[in-house]
Nanobody, 112 residues
Framework: QVQLVESGGGLVQAGGSLRLSCTGS????????IYWYRQAPGKQRELVAT???????NYQDSVKGRFTISRDNAKNTVYLQMSSLRPEDTAVYYC??????WGQGTQVTVSS
């Protein structure tokens, strides 16, 4: 099991960019697939992007071309680079391995 901590959220204007970080503990970080989720107020949590241990990547259709997920196993970190942000991207963003508890998340607020 790996413990993950999200950071990098904040307030940004529409069209702006943010980079979220997901940093893990332990020496086995590189073997885990990592998922970025988000939950907007009053809505269900949804999967945004995935990066497997082998580097295979998938995105939710609404973020394709705007968000980029990457990982640096030497730093035990997965990044979510978010560009061309929209007000509808406002949510708490979480990262998670396939098995394990949810973290605190990081708030992203996009103003119009």
């Amino acid at each position: 099991q790996v413990q993950l901590v999200e950071s990098g959220g904040g307030l940004v204007q529409a069209g702006g960019s943010l980079r979220l970080s997901c940093t893990g503990s332990g020496s086995l970080f590189s073997i885990f697939d990592i998922y970025w989720y988000r939950q907007a107020p009053g809505k269900q949590r949804e999967l945004v992007a995935t990066i497997t241990s082998g580097g295979r990547i998938n995105y939710q259709d609404s973020v394709k071309g705007r968000f980029t997920i990457s990982r640096d196993n030497a730093k035990n970190t997965v990044y979510l680079q978010m560009s061309s942000l929209r007000p509808e991207d406002t949510a708490v963003y979480y990262c998670k391995p396939p098995i394990g508890p949810w973290g605190q998340g990081t708030q992203v607020t996009v103003s119009s």
